[in-house]
């Protein structure tokens, strides 16, 4: 009898410390991996130029709309279904959408090179563009297998294929700085093919499913998710175009270096949060179809929502209190601009953290039409202040504010829609909010009033 109480009791701890052991093995080997990438980004800004920079944030914007729809969408899918048959069909699907989108990068680089880089007025920029097909291929090959991974829960495979990406980048940057701006992007496009090659070689050699899938079981998962393509591709679009078209725009209007500056600021100051955020949100997207189908998926949500803002409240207070004078000291005086870039992209920042994971309730929830909606609105008010930027002939430094701040506030209402489209209870999660941003803050300021005089 006692025996058994304590089984039950035991299982009960075991199914409750899951669920933490499963955030902290994906947020470990994130941490780990963004902290080298931090650690060496000193080394880096001495080794290369900020208009360096400014030409890898050019290619990492490019690069972003192909590998949105890389996969058609179906990739999201892999979470979804019951049966491993329709799981490893939806995979194959992804793949196949995969080859054909590299294959169209390739015709849009031989036919568009010269055209892209005469409007982005940096014509040089033309002579590394071959590189993109590989990335588009490497970094949608690496959505495709991340999803796989977490649908099967193993956790410590992407841990260490973060791991492995983040040294291969470094190692490679590090040695081919003599190459300039083609050191940064090989670096990035090798470090993607690590971690991406490295998942795909063993799910196929450990998953005998794959060897025996049918086309038939192809067709049936392609129309049966459907709306991912038809509705989700649009909606990653217009999030690819509302984020990556402001290094494009500020490249074309205020030069490589203040694209550069731009572009390695919000890097810097998202990488560490939104990377974790990410890594928390694979171990969401495993456990929300269930909590769904067993009616408590608003309480998972409050649950998650929580340890994000304690995540994240310390970090951003660190930002919105020091930036520029933390810029100043880690990576030189001439940074302190950056800084002050990095105060004004916090609160976008730390509502992006929250956001990023719990956006899976549009999968959860099959909310692709509300998802696309929400989206393109979002692209309406960045693309209008960006517009509004020009305009005006702001400077860069008022034009990056004002995006940092229009950002911010469309983050703020579509997270606050789809929490309420899942139940949550949105007063606890505002005062969530307040209470530790506020108590951050607090603390930090006082200490840099008593401590650092």
Same mark, same amino acid.
């Given at each position: ?5 304590? !089984? ?43 208009? !360096? ?19 058609? #969408? ?17 995979? /194959?699907?992804?793949?196949? *959408?995969?080859?054909?989108?590299? @294959? ?58 973060? /791991? ?15 190459? %300039? ?14 971690? @991406? ?20 079981? $192809?067709?049936?998962? %392609? ?122 992209? %916090? ?35 960045? *693309? ?12 860069? !430094?008022?034009? $990056? ?23 949550? !209870? ?26 650092? #005089?």
């Amino acid at each position: 009898m006692v025996k058994s109480l304590l !089984d039950k009791f035991n299982a009960k701890l075991n199914a409750q410390g899951s669920l933490i052991k499963s955030i902290s093995l994906l947020v470990g080997g994130t941490a780990g991996a963004q902290l080298l990438l931090i650690i060496m980004t000193p080394l880096l800004t001495r080794l290369y130029l900020p208009s !360096d920079f400014g030409l890898l944030a050019a290619f990492v914007s490019l690069l972003a709309f192909f590998t949105v729809i890389s996969s058609a #969408r179906y990739e999201l899918a892999i979470h979804l279904p019951e049966k491993i048959e329709e799981t490893v069909a939806v995979t /194959v699907l992804s793949f196949i *959408f995969l080859v054909l989108t590299t @294959s169209i990068s390739v015709i849009c680089i031989l036919l568009f090179a010269e055209p892209i880089s005469v409007l982005l007025k940096v014509p040089h920029l033309a002579s590394y563009l071959w590189l993109l097909p590989f990335a588009v291929f490497f970094v949608g090959l690496y959505q495709i297998c991340n999803a796989w991974y977490v649908r099967q829960k193993q956790y410590k495979d992407i841990a260490g294929t973060k /791991v492995l990406q983040s040294i291969v980048t470094v190692l490679i940057q590090l040695s081919a700085f003599k190459l %300039a701006t083609f050191g940064l992007l090989v670096g990035q496009t090798l470090g993607q093919g690590a971690g @991406s090659l490295k998942l795909s070689l063993k799910s196929i050699k450990n998953t005998k499913e794959f060897r025996s899938v049918q086309f038939h079981q $192809i067709k049936t998962v %392609a129309k049966r998710y459907k709306s991912f393509p038809i509705y989700s591709t649009w909606t990653g679009l217009f999030n690819t175009a509302s984020l990556q078209l402001a290094p494009l725009i500020f490249l074309s209007l205020f030069g490589a270096t203040v694209a550069g500056l731009y572009a390695l600021t919000l890097k810097l100051v998202s990488l560490p949060i939104s990377l974790v955020g990410q890594a928390i949100g694979s171990v969401f997207l495993s456990e929300a179809p269930k909590a769904h189908r067993e009616g408590r998926l608003n309480k998972l949500v409050l649950q998650f929502n929580k340890k994000l803002v304690q995540v994240g409240c310390f970090p951003i207070a660190i930002l919105i209190v020091s930036g520029p004078e933390l810029f100043a000291f880690i990576f030189g005086e001439q940074w302190y601009k950056a800084g002050e870039y990095a105060q004004w992209l %916090a609160p976008w920042v730390f509502l992006q953290l929250q956001w990023t994971p719990l956006s899976n309730l549009t999968v959860v929830l099959e909310l692709q039409k509300e998802a696309l909606i929400s989206q393109i609105l979002t692209f309406f008010a960045r *693309f209008g202040a960006l517009f509004y930027a020009i305009g005006y002939e702001m400077s860069a !430094d008022h034009a $990056i504010q004002l995006f940092a701040v229009v950002s911010a506030i469309v983050y703020f209402i579509r997270m606050f829609w789809f929490l309420n489209k899942a139940q949550t !209870d949105l007063k606890q999660v505002f005062i969530n909010n307040i209470t530790y941003i506020l108590f951050s803050m607090s603390v930090l300021m006082l200490f840099k009033l008593f401590f650092l #005089r």
